[in-house]
């Protein structure tokens, strides 16, 4: 049976853990640092735990919640000069229709977690920072370095653009109903613009998956059906024979803009 906190009852579907210590959200709170007239977005805002410290501190907020019964709620509890709702998915919100630049914060459900961030990624260039809490393997994975065994497709697709951050973990009694994991605090900066140049994004999300998809085969095999001709290995200057975790995000980014050049080994 799904907890009610607060008069509302957590759906499963959507989620739903309602962070509820003090401490913690005071922390997560000195930890993203909002100022007055910056323009902070949370997704998932649920009965405004972290809404109300962040509208006090910054005089506005921009949330975005899925459940109609807590936007209802969130609604009747602060004006509209407060906090601008929005009612829908973040994962198919146009994050370009908010004013540049955003400081992005919330307390991501675990099940959808990997797709919002690639969604937000997308939108890298309109973004100052981003404040989330995650499952605590989810952050390791994000800041994972090469050659650990965290480090995977999340952490170079989300490496290429921004520095990743653990800051502090959350125990699972923050939060009602109690989770079976630990989470995690993780800071997102953007990188500086040209930090990592890519001739074909598309092209390096599919050499990137086709590397790690069976991670323990070597480039060589890994990647066939995409470089077939083994001279473009050379031409990056990788070795074949290493595996996709051994690779830097530069590594890839040399590899991938190397197939874009030549049309004909991606085919």
Do not use: W
Not at 129 to 148: C, I, N, Y
Not at 181 to 186: A, E, G, M, N, Q
């Amino acid at each position: 049976m799904s907890a009610e906190v607060q008069g509302h009852r957590a759906r499963k579907r959507f989620g739903q853990n309602f962070l509820r210590d003090p401490n913690i959200i005071r922390r997560i709170v000195a930890a993203i640092d909002p100022k007055p007239g910056e323009h902070l977005v949370e997704i998932g805002p649920g009965l405004g735990a972290l809404t109300e410290p962040l509208i006090n501190a910054a005089g506005h907020l921009t949330a975005i919640e899925l459940d109609r019964d807590l936007a209802a709620r969130l609604r009747e509890r602060f004006p509209e000069e407060r906090l601008r709702l929005i009612e829908g998915d973040a994962l198919r919100f146009d994050f370009a229709t908010l004013p540049a630049p955003l400081r992005v914060v919330g307390n991501l459900p675990y099940n959808v977690s990997t797709p919002l961030l690639f969604h937000l990624a997308v939108y890298a260039d309109r973004i100052k920072d981003m404040t989330f809490m995650l499952q605590k393997e989810v952050v390791e994975r994000m800041a994972a370095e090469p050659g650990s065994a965290a480090y995977g497709r999340l952490s170079v697709m989300l490496q290429l653009r921004f520095a990743v951050r653990k800051c502090f973990d959350v125990p699972p009694g923050a939060f009602v109903p109690v989770p079976k994991v630990t989470s995690s605090i993780v800071r997102l900066t953007p990188l500086p613009e040209g930090t990592h140049v890519l001739e074909d994004p598309e092209g390096f999300s599919r050499l990137v998956a086709a590397a790690f998809n069976q991670r323990r085969k070597t480039l060589r095999n890994a990647l066939k059906a995409l470089l077939p001709e083994q001279n473009l290995f050379a031409r990056a200057e990788i070795d074949p024979n290493a595996r996709a975790e051994t690779l830097a995000v530069e590594d890839f980014v040399r590899l991938a803009n190397v197939l874009a050049r030549t049309p004909a080994a991606g085919q």
